[in-house]
């Protein structure tokens, strides 16, 4: 497999990536600053 199959691939792998992100990245903030303080909290 040579250098331009692999960047191919991996750039593939970034936009399919960033399009599950962006969908759930609304939901997501907060469920993880939900956790995040939740986490704080409970540690300190």
């Known amino acids: 497999m ?3 199959q692999i960047s ?3 750039v593939s792998l ?3 990536f960033h399009s599950i992100r962006f969908k ?3 939901g997501w ?3 993880l ?3 995040l303080c939740s986490d704080l909290s ?3």
């Open 2 to 4: 040579d250098n331009l």
């Open 8 to 10: 191919q691939k991996s």
């Open 29 to 31: 903030s907060k469920a």
């Open 42 to 44: 409970s540690t300190g």
């Open 33 to 35: 600053l939900l956790f």
């Open 14 to 16: 970034h936009c399919v």
């Open 24 to 26: 759930v990245n609304k």
